[in-house]
């Protein structure tokens, strides 16, 4: 996957059992993956490069999370903020 992002966000919801190679160029922001990380050599692996002028965010969704898109969401974020800094 390719992602292009010109002076905005972008966020990648992919199954926690999916492993995720982030890489690319980003300037004024950031590439970042959050949750965890199983890192399964039998499991498909998503390929993302980022290139542009702003954020990438890659988000591992647990299979025991359950809601809408919105509840899904917001749930990550919850976990996110109970991170250490």
Not at 5 to 21: M, S
Not at 39 to 45: G, H, K
Not at 57 to 84: A, C, F, N, T
């Amino acid at each position: 996957m390719t992602v292009f992002v010109a002076f905005g966000n972008v966020d990648v919801y992919v199954p926690e059992d999916v492993n995720v190679d982030v890489g690319g160029f980003t300037i004024f922001g950031h590439r970042s993956e959050w949750g965890r990380d199983l890192d399964r050599p039998d499991a498909l692996t998503l390929q993302v490069r980022a290139l542009g002028c702003g954020t990438v965010d890659v988000w591992r969704v647990p299979h025991d999370m359950r809601g809408s898109y919105r509840d899904i969401i917001r749930q990550l974020k919850e976990r996110q903020r109970q991170l250490p800094a």
